[in-house]
């Protein structure tokens, strides 16, 4: 028996090993869906030749990627998961942004807008365009 699939029921080991590239698995809280999670990383990098650098493992808060890493790390061991893509989704976009977003005409050093950051810039762009329809009102 595989290693990767040990303690693993049926459900949890058809996802692992399923070939599907699109999989969805849904189950109840404390069910066991980050220890099938991490066990398909293991399984797509030791069965399907995966490189860990082409694994994204996108979650949506810290505390769930700090988890991953942590089961990952156990899993496929520490040198292996540092270099698979781990993190948020905030920080995984930031960090395609910061290697590709030239091609988007992204400057180097760009800055993510906060909640206020955000609001600044919408009350800004208001007073524009109020002012650019006053001038027109005026030709
Ligand atoms: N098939 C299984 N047999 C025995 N224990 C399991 C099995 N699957 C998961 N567990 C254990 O159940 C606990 C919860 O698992 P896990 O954290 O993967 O669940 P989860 O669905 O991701 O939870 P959460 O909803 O809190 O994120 C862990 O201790 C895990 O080792
Ligand atoms: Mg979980």
Redesign the pocket.
């Known amino acids: 028996m595989d290693p990767i699939l040990d303690?693993?029921?049926p459900a949890?080991r058809q996802a692992v090993t399923s070939s599907d590239p699109i999989l969805q698995v849904l189950?109840?809280?404390?069910?066991?869906?980050?220890?099938?999670l991490t066990a398909r990383v293991a399984y797509l990098l030791s069965h399907h030749g995966y490189l860990p650098q082409d694994v994204i493992c996108c979650t949506f808060t810290i505390k769930?990627s700090r988890?991953m890493r942590e089961r990952l790390s156990k899993l496929v061991g520490e040198r292996v998961q540092s270099r698979l893509i781990l993190g948020t989704f905030h920080s995984i976009c930031r960090r395609y942004l910061v290697k590709y977003g030239y091609l988007i005409g992204l400057r180097k050093g760009f800055g993510i807008a906060d909640s206020d950051d955000s609001r600044g810039i919408l009350r800004v762009c208001q007073v524009l365009l109020l002012q650019c329809a006053a001038a027109l009102l005026m030709l």
Not at 27 to 36: E, I, R
């Open positions: 303690g693993l029921n949890q189950a109840p809280p404390g069910s066991g869906k980050t220890k099938t769930a988890e």
